[in-house]
């Protein structure tokens, strides 16, 4: 009887280590993700960046850069 009710207690805490164990593992995997997507993003420039630098340069008239920079925000 006495070997019963220790395995009783066991059980009874046993889902919460399971729980901790899922919530540790889901955890992990969406912060290697984050991580993963953030590296991905930094080398990136936008278009509306790239616009401005083509149009500080003087590569592209002010027509140019207006009509493109119109066409950047409808998207």
């Not at 590296?39 to 278009?47: D, I, T, V, Y």
Request: charged share 25%.
């Amino acid at each position: 009887m006495m070997h019963w009710n220790w395995y009783g207690w066991g059980m009874g805490f046993g889902w919460i280590f399971m729980l901790a164990f899922w919530a540790i593992i889901l955890f992990g995997i969406i912060f290697i993700f984050r991580v993963f997507v953030k590296s991905k993003g930094n080398g990136c420039e936008s278009a509306m960046a790239i616009l401005e630098k083509r149009y500080a340069r003087g590569e592209i008239s002010k027509e140019e850069y207006n009509k493109i920079r119109d066409d950047i925000r409808r998207d």
